[in-house]
Every structure is written in structure tokens, then in C-alpha cells.
């Protein structure tokens, strides 16, 4: 059964730190693995996904890497800002078939300092 | 192109009562997931759908039920509505259930909450 962890739960930087988020998973059998951002009551906004067959995605200050021997990734944010402060989910996407389904961790809650 | 969204956004329901949320998915994708969302918890998968069957089930109780229609938008229902139902509500779309490039496209939610 896949398992998803992720490692801090709970993060709180000055502004201007860079910082690095874990997310690691049990089975390497995965599709993609996709990383969300989610602000207080709302819904989810896709930050990256990264295919099997890739090592590393970047969008402007983020990067998420893939290692899927070892069953991890990470995320990695640069002069981080207040406006970064949010949860963030890590989910693999794994299945059979047609049907592809997203595991989540339990996520990495953000506060940046100003 | 239109994102995902949801209806209602708020709902307030008693116990035993049955409910339907209604979902409409991104422009081009063919399946639609449902997820449920506790307080403090990521995320759990309740089902997915593409092309109207449902093909694909997370460990929820048959009150649990859903839908899709030729235009690709979906309902989920749930009946014998209990405490532990309180939740959020996302709905996810995405192309061959999000094993391409895009992955998934979720809409803002629904938060349920029964008394």
C-alpha cells in the first residue's frame, strides 16, 4: 500500500530564507508526483508535477526534485516571502489501467516572517 | 479555458440527510476524481470517473456514490449524511487519470459541514 510522509509538518522562516520541503513515498511504482499549494478553506493550486521519467521541474522561485529509487522529493523555495505562507502537499499518482489516483501526505504548513 | 469549479461552496446539513455537490471539469479533460478533505489531513481519494463509468474506488462506505455526464462534469452524493462527513470537498480533473503531462486540475472545494 502506498504511503506518502511528509517531513517537517510545520515551518516557520524569516523572509528572504531559502528552504527545502520533503515529501518521501513506499512505492516507487508511481506515475508522476505532483505538488500543490493549498491556502486556509480553499482549494488546491498545482505548483509542479514532475513525470517518472524526470529527475527535476523549476517554476520561477521553485524546484522539486524526484529521486524515485530512494522514494523521495523534495521542494525547494527561494528568498521565500510572506505571501509563501500556506500548506503544501506533496501526492504521487499511481494506479492501473484508465484510473490514476492521487496519494497525499499530510502536508508541510508554511509561515513566512516578514 | 475554464478551470474546475465547484458548487456550493458552503453547505450546512443533519445528520441522515443526503446531499449532491456538483462538480464541472476543466475544459479538455475526460476524468473527474473526488476527494475528501478533513480538517488538518491531506487529502483522501473517494472515487474517480472517466467517460461516465466509475472506474476507480478508495475505501468509502456505498453511501458514497457519483456521477458523470457526456460533458464530463459530475456530481457526488452522499446519503445517511453523519458527523464524520464534515469535510471538504474537492473535486479533480485531468486527461487518462492524470498520467500525462498536465496531472490534475482541482476547483476550489466544497466545505460540508453536518450537525
Same mark, same amino acid.
Not at chain 1, 524526484?66 to 502537499?89: E, F, V
Not at chain 2, 475554464?2 to 461552496?9: A, E, Y
Given at each position: 500500500?502506498?504511503?506518502?510522509?511528509?517531513?517537517?509538518?510545520?515551518?516557520?522562516?524569516?523572509?528572504?530564507?531559502?528552504?527545502?520541503?520533503?515529501?518521501?513515498?513506499?512505492?516507487?511504482?508511481?506515475?508522476? =508526483?505532483?505538488?500543490?499549494?493549498?491556502?486556509?478553506?480553499?482549494?488546491?493550486?498545482? =505548483?509542479?508535477?514532475?513525470?517518472?521519467?524526470?529527475?527535476?521541474?523549476?517554476?520561477?522561485?521553485?524546484? /522539486?526534485?524526484?529521486?524515485?529509487?530512494?522514494?523521495?522529493?523534495?521542494?525547494?523555495? /527561494?528568498?521565500?516571502?510572506?505571501?509563501?505562507? /500556506?500548506?503544501? =502537499?506533496?501526492?504521487?499518482?499511481?494506479?492501473?489501467?484508465?484510473?490514476?489516483?492521487?496519494?497525499?501526505?499530510?502536508?508541510?504548513?508554511?509561515?513566512?516572517?516578514? | 479555458?475554464?478551470?474546475?469549479?465547484?458548487?456550493?461552496?458552503?453547505?450546512?446539513?443533519?445528520?441522515?440527510?443526503? &446531499?449532491?455537490?456538483?462538480? #464541472?471539469?476543466?475544459?479538455?479533460?475526460?476524468?473527474?476524481?473526488?476527494?475528501?478533505?478533513?480538517?488538518?489531513?491531506?487529502?483522501?481519494?473517494?472515487?474517480?470517473?472517466?467517460?461516465?463509468?466509475?472506474?476507480?474506488?478508495?475505501?468509502?462506505?456505498?453511501?458514497?456514490?457519483?456521477?458523470?455526464?457526456?460533458? %464530463?462534469? #459530475?456530481?457526488?452524493?452522499?446519503?445517511?449524511?453523519?458527523?464524520?462527513? #464534515?469535510?471538504? %470537498?474537492?473535486?479533480?480533473?485531468?486527461?487518462?487519470?492524470?498520467? &500525462?503531462?498536465?496531472?490534475?486540475?482541482?476547483? #476550489?472545494?466544497?466545505?460540508?459541514? &453536518? &450537525?
Amino acid at each position: 500500500k502506498q504511503e506518502v510522509t511528509q517531513i517537517p509538518a510545520a515551518l516557520s522562516v524569516p523572509e528572504g530564507e531559502n528552504l527545502v520541503l520533503n515529501c518521501s513515498f513506499t512505492d516507487s511504482a508511481i506515475y508522476n =508526483l505532483q505538488w500543490f499549494r493549498q491556502d486556509p478553506g480553499k482549494g488546491l493550486t498545482s =505548483l509542479l508535477l514532475i513525470q517518472s521519467s524526470q529527475r527535476e521541474q523549476t517554476s520561477g522561485r521553485l524546484n /522539486a526534485s524526484l529521486d524515485k529509487s530512494s522514494g523521495r522529493s523534495t521542494l525547494y523555495i /527561494a528568498a521565500s516571502q510572506p505571501g509563501d505562507s /500556506a500548506t503544501y =502537499l506533496c501526492a504521487v499518482i499511481s494506479g492501473s489501467g484508465n484510473t490514476g489516483k492521487l496519494i497525499f501526505g499530510q502536508g508541510t504548513t508554511l509561515q513566512v516572517k516578514p | 479555458e475554464t478551470g474546475v469549479t465547484q458548487s456550493p461552496t458552503h453547505l450546512i446539513k443533519t445528520r441522515g440527510q443526503q &446531499v449532491t455537490l456538483r462538480c #464541472s471539469s476543466q475544459s479538455g479533460h475526460n476524468t473527474v476524481s473526488w476527494y475528501q478533505q478533513a480538517l488538518g489531513q491531506g487529502p483522501q481519494f473517494i472515487f474517480q470517473y472517466y467517460r461516465e463509468e466509475e472506474n476507480g474506488r478508495g475505501n468509502f462506505p456505498p453511501r458514497f456514490s457519483g456521477l458523470q455526464f457526456p460533458n %464530463y462534469s #459530475s456530481e457526488l452524493n452522499v446519503n445517511a449524511l453523519e458527523l464524520d462527513d #464534515s469535510a471538504l %470537498y474537492l473535486c479533480a480533473s485531468s486527461l487518462a487519470g492524470g498520467r &500525462v503531462r498536465d496531472g490534475y486540475t482541482f476547483g #476550489s472545494g466544497t466545505r460540508l459541514t &453536518v &450537525v
